[in-house]
């Protein structure tokens, strides 16, 4: 059994990385002989894409020709994901999405031919499925009857690791961190723990 844990806050405090740590903590208490793999993208952020890769993707020629370094980091990342029964992603939401460093992180684990097979019907997942738990903190309020900004997070990330199969996904949220202090923060991160569905956790036993 094998947890693959992403980071993507550069701050070492932050409320998505102690949220990402509780629901790894939790899930080790459910799947005790479970191994950790990490990939911290906060601290140790994937490069963008250089015109080696960039020029690969342009076509399925230019793809069968690439050289093995076009596709390396690539490769390196897929095979984490496929080396994996499940997925925690502790992330900010920053300005509305995504940062940055997990964006770079999806652009290389979506790869037409790899993960993703293209038909006359859309985008298959040639990933199979596995559980990925997505602690979110956010400084406002995305989710709920109290929602005031707008949310690109939670479709954006339902449609990338769909579209390469993996569909068993579960946001948990704290929100508006930037207007509760530490005791009530920690209050919302146990309430959204105890929201984390045993029932894809089973999907591993």
């Known amino acids: 059994m094998n947890i693959l844990h992403i980071d993507c806050s550069p701050r070492p405090d932050s409320h998505s990385r102690q949220l990402s740590a509780a629901i790894?903590?939790?899930?080790?208490?459910?799947?005790?002989?479970?191994?950790?793999?990490?990939?911290?993208?906060?601290?140790?952020?994937?490069?963008?894409?250089?015109s080696d890769y960039a020029a690969a993707l342009s076509s399925a020629a230019a793809m069968s020709t690439a050289s093995p370094t076009a596709i390396e980091l690539s490769e390196t990342v897929i095979r984490e994901v496929e080396a994996a029964n499940a997925i925690v992603i502790g992330t900010p939401m920053n300005n509305f999405t995504v940062p940055s460093v997990l964006k770079a992180w999806i652009d290389e684990l979506?790869?037409?031919?790899?993960?993703?097979?293209?038909?006359?019907?859309?985008?298959?997942?040639?990933?199979?499925?596995?559980?990925?738990?997505?602690?979110v903190a956010s400084g406002g309020v995305f989710a709920g009857e109290r929602a005031?900004?707008?949310?690109?997070?939670?479709?954006?990330?339902s449609a990338a690791l769909g579209c390469i199969g993996l569909k068993t996904l579960q946001f948990l949220p704290v929100q508006a961190t930037a207007f509760l202090d530490p005791k009530s923060i920690e209050a919302a991160r146990q309430a959204t723990l105890a929201d984390l569905d045993h029932s894809a956790v089973d999907l591993l036993r």
């Open 148 to 157: 005031n900004q707008p949310d690109f997070l939670t479709p954006y990330l």
């Open 24 to 50: 790894v903590q939790r899930l080790l208490s459910l799947l005790p002989d479970a191994e950790i793999s990490r990939r911290d993208l906060g601290f140790d952020p994937l490069p963008h894409h250089g």
């Open 110 to 135: 979506l790869r037409v031919g790899r993960t993703i097979l293209p038909t006359p019907d859309g985008k298959v997942g040639m990933l199979s499925d596995r559980p990925v738990f997505i602690g």
